[in-house]
């Protein structure tokens, strides 16, 4: 994998439920034509981040991510922690966008002349497209990196042209009275009540409001779940042809050019629906709806079939990868580390993963998920953020390639941002991650503590771990 593969890789995960589904929700009820701040604002709390995962990447270029990362700077117990967030995270993050891609496709097939059976639609018992797709996704991903990549390119290039072809075509029909007020009065939010109240105003008495400049931040704080995924691009760190260039590249390249991409958006479809009158479930489609033009909310809703399906393979990818280097520390059973000598992927890992996302995306109500997969990321970041400046006074004989600037300042300013942003999560978020949690305490201590590669030595002629040496 090169730069260009890894950018493409980024670009592939990041744009998807953001641009899609998001943008119309934020602005309708949060921010209104600022929500392009909201974007900006959430892109640099992010940008911190990935300045920490590039120098962490190309330090240490190891399989795993943040799991790695930690492993060589906090040590193995803050490893697992971090990489029982990350398989939270991804693993959720690929169920919540199956579900949007089921939504989407249901919608372009209803437009084709097609219907799907109720009782296995969208919102249904058991969600039969979400669950296809990622067992096609899942086998597609067995088969090798490489061929998962040429599918991925495609698909990138059919999205990036769908939200060009969004910014160009609507450019036209931008009304500059829509932008009036630009950043709309604050207006008193509605209080939540016992655990569905967020913990800041739990904790601190904050109530929430909307519009005005709180609300530019509440909306960034929601369309943060649009720029998760470019850290997964450091996952791949062993199949990239020059890691320590190539990864912090990849990762802030992604990271840019999909900011630039929801700015635009954002300021077209506002410019086009005055903020009060957007749909917030489709409003790329009904934007163009909304100005007698259905034809292109159809091709708009095919390029959203096609941009959440590189979303959810790519997540899928990650979870792999992240299993993949926990199993080869042993801390879970070597077995599942296991390659095939023909793909070269741990197959087994790979198909008991796809399977679990599977289940959990047909099975599972439409919006359950959304903030377990925040919570678990944000809190991966912070670790992230804080083992930088640990890592540079353990080891300052290491090799870094890219360094933060600013060292420890930023780094400290981006995990703050990150634990901010998590006590904007509800109480009934935290104490499904606290179980969550109490469940990945429960295995390492019953199985990865007595079995880790640092309790107990080697076997003769075993290939030593690349994580833990």
């Known amino acids: 994998m090169t730069a260009l593969d890894l950018t493409d890789f980024g670009i592939g995960v990041i744009i998807g439920a953001g641009i899609f589904t998001l943008t119309g929700r934020a602005a309708a009820n949060y921010a209104g034509p600022s929500i392009a701040i909201s974007f900006v604002i959430a892109a640099i709390c992010c940008g911190l981040a990935a300045l920490c995962y590039a120098e962490f990447a190309s330090t240490v270029p190891v399989s795993g991510s943040a799991y790695t990362f930690s492993y060589a700077s906090l040590g193995e117990l803050v490893a697992w922690v971090i990489g029982w967030d990350l398989l939270l995270e991804l693993m959720l993050g690929a169920s919540v966008v199956a ?6 496709a249901t919608l372009l097939l209803d437009k084709l002349g097609f219907t799907v059976p109720t009782g296995v639609a969208p919102g249904s018992h058991f969600d039969l497209l979400a669950f296809l797709l990622v067992i096609v996704l899942t086998a597609l991903i067995s088969i090798g990196i490489r061929e998962s990549l040429r599918v991925n390119l495609v698909l990138v290039g059919v999205k990036l042209f769908i939200v060009l072809f969004v910014i160009v075509a609507g450019i036209g029909f931008i009304k500059s009275a829509n932008y009036s007020p630009f950043i709309p009065a604050s207006v008193a939010g509605k209080s939540s009540a016992g655990i ?78 005055k903020y009060t009158k957007i749909d917030p479930k489709a409003a790329l ?24 399906m590189t979303v959810v393979m790519t997540l899928i990818i990650g979870a792999t990868r992240v299993t993949f280097a926990m199993s080869r520390d042993w801390l879970l059973p070597p077995s599942l580390g296991r390659t095939n000598h023909r793909t070269g992927t741990p197959v087994r890992l790979t198909v008991m993963i796809g399977l679990a996302i599977a289940l959990i995306a047909s099975l599972t109500p439409i919006g359950k998920l959304e903030e377990m997969v925040n919570i678990g990321t944000l809190s991966a970041f912070a670790l992230v953020s804080l083992a930088v400046p640990v890592l ?29 942003l998590m006590l904007n999560l509800s109480v009934e978020t935290w104490l499904r ?16 503590v007595r079995n880790s590669r640092l309790s107990v030595k080697a076997r003769e002629g075993e290939v030593p771990s690349l994580t833990s040496t």
Not at 399 to 419: G, H, M
Request: hydrophobic share 55%; aromatic share 14%; net charge positive.
């Open 196 to 273: 569905h109240a967020p913990l800041i105003q739990v904790l601190f008495g904050v109530t929430p409001s909307t519009f005005g400049i709180a609300g530019i931040v509440a909306g960034a704080s929601i369309v943060f779940f649009a720029y998760i995924g470019f850290d997964v691009v450091a996952t791949t760190a062993e199949e990239a042809r020059n890691p320590q260039r190539d990864l912090p590249i990849g990762i802030i390249a992604s990271l840019v050019i999909c900011t630039v991409l929801y700015v635009a958006t954002t300021l077209v479809i506002t410019g086009m629906v």
């Open 392 to 420: 540079r006074r353990r080891r300052p004989d290491l090799k870094r390639a890219f360094t933060v600037p600013f060292s420890p300042v930023l780094p400290v300013v981006a995990a703050l941002i990150s634990v901010y």
């Open 285 to 308: 489609a009904s934007a163009f709806e909304s100005v007698g033009k259905p034809g292109f909310a159809t091709l708009i809703a095919a390029g959203a079939v096609a941009g959440l």
């Open 433 to 448: 991650f606290l179980v969550w949690m109490a469940l990945g305490f429960l295995i390492y201590f019953t199985y990865g």
């Open 99 to 104: 579900q949007g891609w089921s939504q989407y």
